[in-house]
């Protein structure tokens, strides 16, 4: 079976003026269709640098990142796009919601450009706020921003789905119905999913768990079987 | 690939704008004073054009004019024959005064041959009430609508005039209208004054039997061919005329009343120009820095577009529809003011100038223009900002911004500080930090300060004008014009009639004026040595006394012929024995109206071969029995016209003054609104780049008048700066008006009131104000809770 992502020799500079920062040092890996990967590693060691690349958001220094047979630095801008556009789905830290958008409009943003999505309303209703969708992120809580933010990356039906930290700026009860979210949707359609942390304690979720340190994958564990989101505990 | 149905992305957007809805609306509001100028301007022009081409063309305008003593009429059958010559049309014109009920003064007529059958071969008159002349019909006339309506003159009704010494009482048959009148100024005036000058037509047979002109004529018109030389036919006329005491002949460009349509037309392409460039500048200006802002907070939203598959058309398209409904909500305002305008502008030119119909007439390609220039300015203010943010990488755009890197201000690093409190270190770091918007909220508010001065202005030059003119030039009450040029007697009855005080001889005399290939055709008037009444003055407005010989010029001459002082020039006189000469040019005097020449009376009656002669008296008059001097006069047969100075000042006040204020009033509001516009939202955008620092501020313990200080120091910076800045370019304004309105027959001096200023200057503070208090306002709600929530 060909993986989802054949990453390899993956580097990332950033000039700064006189200095460079190397964020990824050459990073390869490959990652199989559905499988739950889980990235740790302390801050600033090239995570989120890591997925950016991944989700094409950002282009690579050197090395390939490729995607079903296809090398994603040979894509034109607009070809990056549709990449973004038809396959992938992010979570971010900080939910990046429109404010100016009602939950079901965030979703809507998605629905309307993708070819065969899930209607906003079925979205929403997965992780559990079919009640709330005419409401303004101001006046939705932190848990439930982010399982907007979850519904508006899943609406796509994505072939990966991409989360940096989602549960950084949640409490612990509010971050268990995050996971259990994003963890449903990976078992529900096979999405493959990568989740960024700083809580080793989410690694027992995934199938697979990579240590980043210093721009590189430092360590890499599998795990037997995968905890549900409810028995993670931090 | 980009859908144009981004139905929830343009929901984001309509909110958008309703949340910047008074910032929008201001911007808006200064695109639709450029269009609507526009829009007035060229929806007038292309009325007043098409009308007066179509007038001109059906009526048959002549398009060579020429004025002489006396010829008969084989003369003008000899001009037929010269090439280039379609059309000859020989008539009588004269001059005539009307005792006119409900006038002290005599009014003054022209009274104008037509065909004793047929219409007239060239200049037709349209008939507006009542009926033409019969054939042969001999005590009858045709009256200009304009003197009528002023005196109220129906069909029928008889006016008293008298004509070449005869008293007469014609019936008026008629009210009409020609294209040689449709601006009608009586020779010598400065503003058509219709109660006092009208225009009459006669049978030729009636009128050549009052004024001796038996088979003669006194005034040429003439129809070209399309392929005439017009300079050659000029020429070729005055040739022929020359010894008939022909004045120079002219072609249609410089006749009067299409001179001043012409002048008129060109102001409206002015107007259609540069006030447009104007107001989409400034809103140009403010689209950018609103813009600017709204990417700025948005940043992060536009990295999350895009990383949920947006591209970056699509991110350009989002706020490019930002700018475009502004600019066509700026339109549609501007499209409605505009056309409401151009109706009330050409009902007042309408009034102004006589046209058998002259309607604002929708012209489509002006309004798409108008809205194109919106969208085009819009675009303009806004692109490269629209374009770096659709490229802005979205890993990056998620990233807050780098904090701002502040240094120390100028102040600071030249030790000022311990001069400024911490608040306005604050306020001099925030301006330093932007100078380049800084410069232009500067630039922004003196535009507008500018603009006011600028178009103010013109009310207080024409005061001074009339100053000028009225008080220290020709001081006279009245000015009695002579239908033929008299020995000093005349004087002495002047002098004897009741209400007099002071008499003093008037000579004027045409001439044309040669200086190497430069040529000018105007009057040199006598100057009485030490006179009182007919002055001429130097720039310091001190009179001069003309030296015994020499000519003295009035600048606008000077600068027609390229002359100064020492310089020759070629005088030959148009009229009795036409003497030529050569005279120094002794002396430029000062002078607003006309380009005229004068020489010391005396000096002048040498050159003309001539005794004391006199063809005018200037008096002034004792107000108490002004009534019965001016009685005296409308019975006099040797009287050509009465130019009584209060009328014309007051005509001047009443017609020109009035339209003054109005085009004043929409200055005012125009400036207004620019000054709104720009420090609405300049401070507007401060504060919400400031809002978090303010909130923090508050959260360490500043109070609200404290952090107001901050916001609106800034804002009082600005304006303070641009207070100086204004006044300085309002005068530059003021000046390139000047230049701009100068013209042979007046021109306007550079003169701005301190009061002006002054009122310019309490537009723009009071803009401040207004904007100032909505800030304040929004600084005592400040939530300081959400603002220091929500990140941006
Ligand atoms: N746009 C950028 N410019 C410069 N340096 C960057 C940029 N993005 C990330 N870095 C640097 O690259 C390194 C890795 O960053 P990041 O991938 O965000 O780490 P992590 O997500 O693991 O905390 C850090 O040192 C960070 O400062
Ligand atoms: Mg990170």
Sequence with gaps: ?234 | MVSWRLRTLDRKLMRDLWRLKFQALAIALVMACGISTYIMSMGTLHSLTETRDIYYDRYRFADVFAALKRAPLSVAERIADVPGVMTVYPRVVFGATLDMPGLDEPATARIISVPDMGEPPLNVVHLRRGRMLEPRETDAVLVGEAFAEKHNLNPGDRVTMVINGHKRTPMIAGIVLTPEYVFSIAPGGLMPDDKRFGVFWMSRQALEAAVNMDGAFNDLSLKLTHTAQVKNVLDAVDLELAPYGGLVAYERADQLSNWFLSGELDQLKVMATVSPAIFLSVAAFLLHIVLVRLIATEREQIGTLKALGYGNRAIALHYLKFIAVIALLGALMGAVAGYILGKNLTGLYASFYRFPMLTYEIVPRVFIEGALFCIIAGFSGTLVPVVRASRLPPAVAMRPAAPPSFRQTLVERLGLERWFSQPARIILRHLERRPVRFAFSVAGVGMALAIYVGSSFVVDALDYLLEVQYDITDRQDALVTFVETRGSRALEEVRGLPGVMRAEPGRMVAARLKAGPREERTSITGILPGGELQRVIDDKLRAVTPPESGLVLGRKLAELLEVRAGDPVEVEVLEDRRPKATLLVTAIVEGFIGARAFMDINALHRLMYEGPNVSAVAVSLDAREAAGFFAQLKESPLVASVLRTEAARKNFDETMGENMRTMTLFHIFFAGLIAFGVVYNTVRVAFSERSRELASLRVIGLTRGEVGYILLGEIGVVVLLALPIGCAGGYGVAAALSAALDTELYRIPTIVAPMTYAHAILVVVTATLISSWTVWRNIRHLDLVSVLKTRD
């Excluded at chain 1, 390869?28 to 995570?47: C, T």
């Excluded at chain 1, 493959?192 to 080793?200: G, V």
Aim: aromatic share 6%; hydrophobic share 45%.
């Design chain 1, 1 to 234: 079976m060909t993986p989802v992502f054949d990453i390899r020799g993956l580097t990332k500079t950033y000039a700064m003026g006189e200095t460079v920062v190397r964020a990824l040092r050459g990073v390869d890996l490959r990652v199989e269709a559905g499988e739950l990967i889980v990235l740790l590693g302390p801050s600033g060691s090239g995570k989120s640098t890591f997925l950016n690349i991944v989700g094409g958001l950002d282009v690579p220094s050197e090395g390939q990142v490729i995607f079903e047979g296809r090398d994603l630095s040979s894509l034109s801008e607009d070809e990056l796009t549709f990449y973004r556009r038809n396959h992938v789905g992010f979570v971010f830290q900080a939910y990046n919601l429109v404010p100016s958008l009602t939950a079901k409009e965030n979703v809507d943003l998605v629905t309307e450009i993708t070819p065969n999505p899930l209607s906003s309303v079925e979205a929403l209703s997965l992780v559990g706020l079919g009640e709330r969708i005419n409401h303004f992120p101001a006046q939705l809580s932190g848990g439930e921003q982010q399982r907007v933010a979850i519904a508006r990356a899943i609406a796509k039906r994505p072939a990966v789905l991409l989360c940096d930290e989602p549960t950084g700026a949640l409490d612990h009860t509010t971050g268990i119905v995050v996971l259990e979210a994003i963890a449903d949707v990976n078992m529900r359609f096979q999405t493959t999913t990568m989740i960024i942390t700083h809580n080793a304690a989410i690694a027992a979720m995934a199938d697979r768990v990579l240590h980043f340190a210093d721009g590189r994958i430092a360590r890499e564990e599998k795990n037997a079987s995968r905890a549900l989101a409810s028995e993670v505990t931090w």
